[in-house]
């Protein structure tokens, strides 16, 4: 075996990791997705950020993710996410919760958590709240809304009506910072449906609270209509990481 190709502990052979390799490819496929999505809408890839959700997935994955230039990632459940977060403490990355978060996890995910995607109640405010103040941080906060107009029972979000409120309180929390929306396509609507009414949503909260600008919106299915939508920001699980029930 030449010296060129011997994977070797510490020689040129060590950077070989099949596993960064398939991410890598993953990430320049997602990103061919948005630009294609972003040309066919007029707007420049640079607007839309890549949040890489890591739900179920080990934290070499996080770093491999942090090596391809990915600096911010998501966690849909508060004891996963604390201790991702804790492994990966040396990275400087930006962490979102983008899950059902439940009052009692509140305090937890306000002491790591950058970005709280999913607050869609009066008490979760006041509960993140409490917990950002007690840490000594700030926390930025996304309103989830819920876009089904059928209004059937849904996976978390707020109704577009009670979303005015809502900003108020965020607004007037001392831990707190209002930075925008954040949805997920109701199963039983169309995504680029669903995404529209979510612009529309968000520009009526814009009106009063212009500085909160971040729409974050699609994931691995649904990234290019959420993309032709105006989303600022998409949520990448599969489509980065590969199907999360091969796993199982
Ligand atoms: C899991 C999850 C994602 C990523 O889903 P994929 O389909 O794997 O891209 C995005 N947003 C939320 C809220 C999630 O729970």
Redesign the pocket.
């Known amino acids: 075996m030449s010296d060129l190709v011997r994977p070797d502990a510490d020689g040129p052979g060590a950077d070989l990791d099949p596993r960064a390799e398939e991410l890598a490819r993953n990430l320049a496929e997602a990103r061919r997705r948005i630009a294609a999505a972003c040309a066919d809408s007029g707007r420049d890839p640079g607007e839309v950020t890549v949040v890489a959700?890591t739900?179920t997935r080990p934290a070499q994955d996080v770093r491999r993710l942090a090596a391809l230039g990915l600096r911010e990632l998501?966690e849909?459940r508060d004891q996963e996410a604390r201790e991702k977060a804790g492994a990966c403490a040396d990275l400087d990355l930006v962490w979102h919760f983008?899950?059902q978060l439940q009052r009692n996890k509140a305090g937890s995910v306000a002491r790591y958590a950058h970005v709280v995607?999913?607050v869609d109640r009066p008490t979760l405010v006041g509960a993140l709240d409490r917990g950002a103040v007690q840490a000594d941080r700030r926390v930025g906060v996304c309103l989830q809304v819920d876009l089904d107009i059928e209004e059937r029972p849904n996976r978390g979000g707020a109704r577009p009506e009670a979303l005015a409120p809502l900003a108020s309180a965020v607004e007037e929390a001392a831990g707190l910072d209002l930075l925008g929306v954040?949805a997920?396509a109701p199963r039983q609507m169309e995504p680029a449906r669903a995404f529209d009414r979510l612009a529309s949503v968000h520009e009526r909260l814009l009106a009063d609270h212009p500085a909160a600008t971040m729409r974050s919106a699609g994931?691995?299915?649904d990234l290019a209509e959420a993309v032709r939508s105006g989303a600022t920001h998409v949520?990448?699980?599969?489509?980065?990481?590969g199907r999360?029930d091969s796993l199982k």
Not at 235 to 241: K, V
Request: aromatic share 0%; hydrophobic share 45%.
């Open positions: 959700i739900k998501g849909s983008v899950g995607e999913s954040m997920v994931m691995s299915e949520r990448l699980g599969s489509a980065l990481l999360r």
